[in-house]
């Protein structure tokens, strides 16, 4: 769901769980300790107040540069040939 909403130009909410930290910055969203109900209402309310000043193309450019069928072919092709004996 992250990864769409990036795509889509959307900013994001989400809990420091599961390594999303590598990809969701300030520039991207809002992160929260995971388990924090106030620290998510907190976020929700900031988000409504500033998800404007977000840019939506900067937005969909990390997801396509990162998370797009060729990328992620490239990081395979990179694998494989690293283990190519």
């Given at each position: 769901?992250?990864?769409?909403?990036?795509?889509?130009?959307?900013?994001?909410?989400?809990?420091k769980?599961?390594?999303?930290?590598?990809?969701?910055?300030?520039?991207?969203?809002?992160?929260?300790?995971?388990?924090?109900?106030?620290?998510?209402?907190?976020?929700?309310?900031?988000?409504?107040?500033?998800?404007?000043?977000?840019?939506?193309?900067?937005?969909?450019?990390?997801?396509d540069?990162?998370?797009?069928?060729?990328?992620?072919?490239?990081?395979?092709?990179?694998?494989?040939?690293?283990?190519?004996?």
């Amino acid at each position: 769901v992250l990864l769409e909403a990036l795509a889509s130009g959307t900013p994001v909410i989400s809990s420091k769980v599961g390594g999303v930290e590598e990809h969701i910055t300030e520039e991207h969203g809002l992160l929260i300790d995971s388990k924090d109900e106030d620290a998510l209402q907190q976020a929700i309310n900031t988000m409504l107040d500033t998800f404007q000043n977000y840019d939506p193309a900067t937005l969909t450019k990390y997801a396509d540069d990162h998370f797009s069928y060729v990328k992620v072919g490239e990081r395979f092709m990179d694998i494989y040939e690293s283990i190519k004996a």
